[in-house]
Nanobody
Framework: QVQLVESGGGSVQAGGSLRLSCAAS????????MGWFRQAPGKEREGVAA??????GYADSVKGRFTISKDNAKNTLYLQMNSLKPEDTAVYYC???????????????????WGQGTQVTVSS
């Protein structure tokens, strides 16, 4: 059974940093497209970043501030978030798409498995 478990969320002041982790069990990351999404209160869930064999992709709102990476040996996905802003406040989810390539990575329905989410709160 595939499981994704996020960790690393918390509260931070604007300008600060956090690193989210997503540990997978039941399959190996190396052959999958992996993504991070977020959902702020009262808003729809949106794609933040994704990574596949060809490399990463980012939403315009986080380019230059967030970095997605994965450690295949540890079966863990990461999201390094720097220069955080209050508008980054949301529940962050990791997701797995059973495909070696992230085609239309920001479309949620492309993903087969989801984690439970971790809260990130950025205060001004």
């Amino acid at each position: 059974q595939v499981q994704l478990v996020e960790s690393g969320g918390g509260s931070v002041q604007a300008g600060g940093s956090l690193r989210l982790s997503c540990a997978a069990s039941g399959y190996t990351y190396s052959g999958y497209c992996m993504g991070w999404f977020r959902q702020a209160p009262g808003k729809e869930r949106e794609g933040v970043a994704a990574i596949d064999r060809l490399g990463p992709g980012y939403a315009d709102s986080v380019k230059g501030r967030f970095t997605i990476s994965k450690d295949n040996a540890k079966n863990t996905l990461y999201l390094q978030m720097n220069s955080l802003k209050p508008e980054d406040t949301a529940v962050y989810y990791c997701a797995a798409h059973v495909s070696p390539y992230c085609i239309a990575w920001a479309i949620q329905t492309n993903y087969n498995y989801w984690g439970q989410g971790t809260q990130v709160t950025v205060s001004s």
